[in-house]
């Protein structure tokens, strides 16, 4: 095993990145042939060797992974002009399947330098990146030959710092090395795909390295992998095998499953529950190793205890003794090796694997039948590698089996005998066991093939058994096929077809001979080659609510009702009532006639009124007493109403199932009804002085395109009613003064299917996945005007903000005083300045004036005048300097917006009549400048900006940091972006069920009066050498609210991970997508507002939907996490689309599994708080969920209590059920709960059909009867899946022993055809299911 140990060691490479696993490989590996030529550059110092080493490099995941290659020791020489040169001209090749643009190989410069000793040490100068791949799966320019790489200072190991970006060029801490490159050529090679099956993926290796297997090159290249040309191969029989552990095979089995049998107690931290593990099967596998990699997929083939293959023992195999016989594993068949080569480092591996299971034990004894339903696990226990020796015949071959830690072929754990078993009375050299076989070359003997063994076994199998201890000879057993391998469900399965021979043993079948079709092609590698790219969880459809166009018409009663309620007119501009108009038709507004409107000040009124339940939604939900209404109008402060009741039209509190609206009543603090007038009134004002430059055509654009989406919760329970969306273009005024609207909305709950998976073949078919249906259930309807008065607008210059996007530095010779300076409008335009108490100028000359007290007043005097003179003499450099810091200062104001890129243009001047070299300070992140050309050039055309564009226009110092080279007196435009994706707590205040917030209080909000505006100051100082600035910006950010197009709402277990895949919209579907854009469909890219958030794009392939996939680490309960996803199709990411909103609710999680129709009783434990609260439990679906308390009730502080509760679900299936605990005081949310049903069908034991008419009647009695089955008498109960469609006559009754108890029933009308099966439970007097009956009715 020398050859072999040497090579397998030396070429040991680290595997790729766990997460590359579920990435989309393609077909097959994709070959490289890279050819490294010479180095060349200033850097370089003549005389002094160097070296490279290339490696592999994962950017997305900052991961190397495969094996450095080194290059030879070249030294380097002089070259014109002033530089030198080093000469490698080296080729190194290697395939990869991971076709990803993050995937890169990085090329290292090393020198050999000197130590202080006078030795020699290894330093790294530099390194490059060479890309692989680019865009999608293509390989980077393979036509081009020759390149100049770019060379970085520094040393590799920077790529794994976590600051390290992708791509490089937006990277500001690599800076490149001046006047040195590369020199190298790189190209895909087919021909390297014919020895796949010899060379390892993602290893780098040279031409002039040795492949086993591999022919020398021809002629005097030496370069065997230009031209590869293979070995060829020897077929060679494996049989007889014997493999023997030490100490004995009993004793080894009962040591492991000992071991095994205690891990497993003490990972599930239990005593001993009359479970154990037992051995459920013993695998060997058996394959070809080069050195390398399996030359062909590894065979699987099973092993039995050598006794139970012949009641008379051991098939002649030698042993140490009668104890010892029959403690061996045999092998039933014969194994051919057709990929044999006759080279030293080529060998046969060995892997020993146990199968082992858990099962019960009766009477002593394992129960077999048990352990087909138990899931497998599967452990190797030992391996071995046998290196043929080349010209050896047959010949019998014993080998020593290894175990622990030591490295083997298959890369896995490998169990090891603990030290306290072992014995000294044997060697070391079997203390771990043997394997025994006898191993042939091809033969006439063995020319026979495994259809001709099949047909001889089948003809043979015909024929009465005759009784023989004989075992069959070696021609006789059949060859084991090639395959992936033996699955735990083949091992388990029957045996099928007629060309079979095998026999079953201990409840085990073997397929030796028949693993599956015999045309199925071997694999080619020994990893397992993942399947194109699909999503785990299916996806769900990215729709929100469907906005209707609301156009109600409304009947004289209905006006009658709204005049009689008393809702406040809306006025107009003259202070008239706006009179309710028809809604215009949709898409039918003009922009020009709105930017032409006098009345550019709008005033945005929303008017909601009432809310009541549909008349053909579904009664399963609790209706509401009060609710309150949480939304966000475009980029103003998110609203959460105060809790408004609902009050039928006679001023009484609303109940039953009433399908009028209820009107919408403000409560006060103390829970009476307010004495103002009903409904709640909001008004926005939207006042052009206050807007961005240009934003009153994207405020119209808002209102034509986009809709209000507005989210419904019960006051009482905190338990979310629905979500309603309304179409916001009938506020478009087009012309008028006014505009009033009235709109009847749908609330609706949008239930999502639980996450499932894709699997088996449906999942590779082109176009089969398809998103989530969504289920939605109209809850009510919710009654709202809207409403847009208009105003006069008093534009003021001073009030405007500048539209242009270029700052200009301020003029070094106009100075501005330090001070609170105030310019008047005077006709002479002088400056005049307040006059300030000194404690409020400086506190340190104040403290000093009052230090010391003289006596008298002059002295006094004095001594002031002179601490004074000193300290303006202390202070006057910091004052000269802060005096002309200001004067070459210059502010820009941006009005961020959450991933919204706002670019300008800073004009620098180099104040000097000499060249700088001008370095760019910038003490925020999100403040840069923009290096890429190309990205610098894409905001200009979006900005319409006329200014050049400079090529190559900065250099990145070692900090990164930019420079600029300025000649005497010279004027350029540095490009600066400011960009966040973080979401300022200012500007998104709390919104949801987690308290009711006072911010809908006042009933005018403003953009000019916007509490969101928290104004950050950034600092970018422009400095030449010594640290001296020329000039200074001053960027004043102040966060604006950002629009939301979608909200999604989650509810998920606390403390685990949501994982979600949402498919994307058509592109061209999405408002703010440009039109005709080159290419096709362009590429989506997301970005989130939580850096902790793992959320990216996938695409399925050409012509397939984008999905976007999210994981959300979740809180503890009742945590609301709430974050944003900004969707854009522009490379350098200016403006989003689309920006989505997300709420994830983090909740208490109880599986229960229950029976349709029963009563499940279970506890949850109460924690109290730091405070008392008088708390109640609320429940989203009371006709299947009971609490006890079913009131209020007292939760003491920092106590425990239980509340108990009973589940009895309606229909089978799995359901979700929500349970909120809410302090009814404070109407806060203290805990929360969700409830997992799993819930089964009862055993149905009658059945009865009946036809009814439908739409409409009085409906239907019918009886049946039940017959008590026990001697004394009992007590039943009634109940019903469908309360809606059937009564009884009485819940429950009370029949003797052995009577027939006859059950009124009334089937109420339905108002459609159709057909429904309605289960009638009868229960006992502990509400456990006795019987059911099932009724069919057919409606006609």
């Known amino acids: 095993m020398g050859e072999w140990d040497r090579v397998f060691r030396q070429h040991l490479a680290l595997p790729p990145h766990p997460q590359r696993g579920r990435a989309r490989p393609p077909p097959r590996s994709t070959a490289f042939r890279c050819v490294l030529k010479y180095l060349h550059g200033a850097a370089l110092s003549q005389g002094v060797e160097y070296q490279l080493r290339l490696s592999l490099f994962d950017a997305t995941y900052h991961h190397f992974f495969g094996r450095t290659w080194r290059s030879s020791w070249r030294a380097a020489g002089a070259a014109p002009p002033r530089s030198a040169r080093a000469a490698f001209n080296e080729v190194v090749y290697f395939h990869t399947s991971l076709n990803h643009p993050g995937i890169a190989a990085v090329v290292e410069v090393v020198v050999m330098g000197g130590k202080g000793d006078g030795g020699s040490q290894h330093l790294s100068c530099g390194f490059g990146i060479i890309p692989l791949f680019h865009g999608g799966s293509e390989v980077t320019d393979p036509a081009t030959e020759d390149r100049a790489l770019k060379l970085y200072h520094g040393t590799p190991r920077a790529l794994l710092h976590p600051r390290f970006q992708d791509p490089v060029e937006k990277n500001k801490y690599m800076t490149v090395m001046e ?154 068949s014969r194994i051919q090796l057709s990929e044999m080569v006759p080279h030293p480092a080529f060998g046969v591996c060995f892997q020993l694997e146990y199968v082992f299971c858990s099962m019960g034990r009766a009477g002593g004894k394992a129960l077999s039948g048990s352990a087909r339903g138990e899931a497998a696990d599967m452990r190797s226990v030992r391996w071995a590698v046998w290196s043929p020796v080349p010209g050896t015949g047959d010949t019998e071959v014993v080998l020593p089996l290894h175990g622990g830690a030591r490295r083997g072929p298959c890369r896995a754990l490998v169990y090891q005998t603990p030290l306290s078993s072992r014995s000294s009375r044997q060697g070391k050299h079997v203390e771990s066991g043997t394997v025994q076989f006898h191993v042939s070359t091809v033969s006439e003997e063995h020319l026979v093939t495994a259809a001709e063994i099949l047909c001889k076994d089948r003809d043979e199998s015909k024929q009465p058994p005759t009784p023989s201890l004989r075992v069959p000879t070696p021609r006789q057993v059949p060859v084991s096929p090639r395959g992936p391998g033996l699955s735990v469900s083949q091992l388990v399965a029957s045996p099928r077809g007629t060309g079979q ?68 007119d809306i ?83 609303a109940t039953g199932l009433a399908v009028l609206a209820q009107l919408l009543v403000r409560v006060n603090e103390d829970g009476t009804l307010s004495t103002r007038p009903p409904g709640l009134q909001l008004k926005y004002m939207v006042d052009p002085a206050f807007l961005r430059p240009g934003e009153q055509r994207w405020f119209l654009r808002y209102l034509a395109e986009h809709s209000l989406q507005i989210d419904v919760w019960d006051g009482d329970s905190l338990l979310h009613v629905g979500s309603a969306a309304v179409k916001l273009e009938p506020l478009l005024r087009q012309g008028q003064r006014a505009v009033r609207t009235y709109h009847e909305l749908e609330v609706a709950t949008t239930e999502y299917e639980p996450d499932g998976t894709v699997m088996g073949r449906e999942a590779l078919r082109h176009g089969a996945l398809r998103p989530l249906g969504v289920r939605v259930a109209v809850r009510g309807r919710l009654h709202l005007c809207l409403a847009n008065v208009g105003h006069p607008c008093e534009e003021t210059p001073g009030q405007l903000p500048s539209q242009t996007h270029i700052v200009t530095a301020p003029d070094s010779t106009v100075t501005t005083p330090r001070g609170s300076w105030r310019s008047p409008n005077t006709a002479g335009g002088g400056r005049t300045a307040w006059a300030r108490r000194l404690v409020d100028v400086d506190n340190e000359l104040e403290a000093a004036l009052r230090s010391r007290q003289p006596e008298g007043w002059p002295k006094q005097r004095t001594w002031d005048l002179q601490v004074i003179n000193a300290y303006r003499d202390h202070i006057k450099g910091e004052s000269i300097y802060q005096m002309l810091s200001q004067a070459i200062t210059a502010t820009r104001t941006v009005h961020a917006v959450l991933g919204t890129a706002e670019f300008f ?34 905001f200009k055309e979006l900005t319409k900006s006329v200014t050049p564009v400079e090529e190559d226009m900065f250099h990145l110092r070692d900090d990164l940091k930019p420079q600029v080279y300025l000649r005497p007196s010279e004027t350029v435009r540095i490009p600066f972006k400011y960009q966040t994706f973080s979401a300022d707590p200012a500007v998104v205040a709390a919104q949801g069920p987690a308290g009711l917030g006072t911010g809908a209080n006042a009933d005018t909000h403003s953009l000019g009066k916007s509490g969101a505006k ?155 708080t730091a405070a008392p609260r008088r708390v109640q439990a609320f429940t989203s ?58 819930c089964r069908q009862p055993l149905i034991s009658k059945a009865f059909e009946i036809s009814l008419p439908a739409g409409g009647g009085r409906g239907c009695n019918k009886r049946i009867t039940y017959t ?73």
């Open 179 to 332: 006047k040195s490159h590369l020199q190298y050529a790189l190209k895909s090679h087919q021909p390297l795909e014919a020895i796949f099956h010899l060379l390892p993926e993602n290893l780098l290796i040279s031409g002039l390295q040795t492949v086993p297997g591999l022919l020398p090159a021809r002629g005097d290249t030496g370069d065997c992998l230009q031209k590869p040309r293979l070995m060829k191969t020897v077929t060679c029989y494996l049989e007889r095998l014997f493999i023997r552990l030490y100490p004995s095979l009993e004793e080894f089995e009962e040591e492991l499953l000992d071991l095994l049998n205690s891990d497993r107690l003490l990972q599930a931290n239990t005593t001993p529950d009359g479970e154990e593990v037992v051995v459920r099967e013993r695998r060997l596998h058996v394959g070809v190793h080069n050195g390398l990699r399996f030359v062909r997929a590894p065979q699987v083939t099973v092993l039995v205890p050598e006794a139970e293959l012949s009641p008379g023992g051991s098939r002649g195999v030698p042993s140490s003794g009668a104890r010892d016989a029959g403690q061996a594993l045999a092998l039933r």
């Open 501 to 568: 021979t095998l026999q079953q043993d201990a409840g085990i079948t073997h397929l030796e001979a028949d693993l599956g079709s015999p045309d199925a092609e071997p694999c080619a590698s020994d990893q397992l080659r993942a399947l194109p790219f699909t999503p785990l969880q299916l996806p769900m459809a990215a729709v929100g609510l469907q906005a209707c166009s609301s156009r109600v018409s409304l009947s004289r009663a209905s006006l009658a009702r709204l005049h009689a309620a008393g809702f406040p």
């Open 571 to 653: 006025l107009d501009y003259n202070q008239e009532p706006v009179e309710i108009s028809e809604p215009v038709e949709l898409g039918s507004f003009n922009l020009r006639l709105e930017e032409a409107d006098p009345l550019q000040g709008n005033e945005i009124v929303l008017q909601f009124l009432a809310f009541g339940r549909d008349a053909q939604g579904s009664t399963e939900g609790p209706w509401p007493r009060t609710v309150f209404l949480t939304f966000q109008f475009y980029r103003f402060p998110p609203v959460t109403t105060p809790r408004l009741q609902l009050v039928s039209t006679d001023r009484g509190p």
């Open 905 to 938: 243009e800073f004009a620098l001047k180099n104040p000097y009549s000499v060249q700088h070299t001008v370095t760019i300070e910038v003490d925020h992140p999100e403040l840069s400048v923009i290096l890429d050309p190309r990205e610098w050039r894409h």
């Open 1014 to 1168: 928290q104004t950050k100051l950034i600092q970018v100082s422009f400095q030449v050498s010594g640290g001296k600035p020329i000039a200074l910006l001053r960027v004043k950010v102040e966060p604006q609210p950002h629009v939301v197009d979608q909200t999604f709402r989650f509810y998920h277990p606390e403390l685990t991970f949501l994982k979600k895949t949402i498919r994307l919209p058509p592109w061209h579907t999405l408002p703010g997508t440009p039109v005709g854009v080159p290419g096709g469909q362009p590429e989506m890219f997301v970005r989130c507002s939580d850096p902790d958030i793992i959320c990216e794009t996938k695409s399925l392939g050409p012509g397939e939907p984008q999905d976007i996939f999210l994981k959300v680490a979740g809180g503890p309960s009742p945590q609301i996490k709430k974050f944003f996803v900004a969707i854009y199709t522009d490379t350098w990411l200016a403006a989003p689309v689309q920006i989505w909103q997300f709420y994830l609710h983090s909740l208490q999680r109880l599986d229960v599994a229950c029976t349709a129709g029963q009563l499940t009783r279970l506890s949850l434990l109460l924690r109290g």
């Open 1181 to 1238: 679906h009371p006709q299947e969920l009971e609490v006890d308390p079913n009131g209020a009730f007292l939760l003491p502080a920092n106590g425990i209590q239980d509340l108990y509760i009973g589940v009895r679900p309606r229909r089978a299936g799995s359901k979700f059920i929500y349970l909120n605990l809410v302090d009814v005081e404070s109407h806060q949310l203290v805990s929360s709960w969700l409830l997992c049903l799993s």
């Open 1268 to 1340: 008590n089955p026990y001697p004394s008498p009992r007590l039943y109960f009634l109940c019903t899946n469908r309360p809606d469609l059937l009564q009884f006559k009485e819940d429950s009754f009370e029949v003797a022993g052995g009577e027939v108890y006859t059950i009124g029933l009334r089937f109420a009308p339905s108002p459609t055809v159709g057909e429904e099966e309605i289960l009638i439970h009868i229960n006992d007097h502990e509400d456990k299911n006795e019987e059911t009956f099932c009724v069919k009715v057919l409606y006609q």
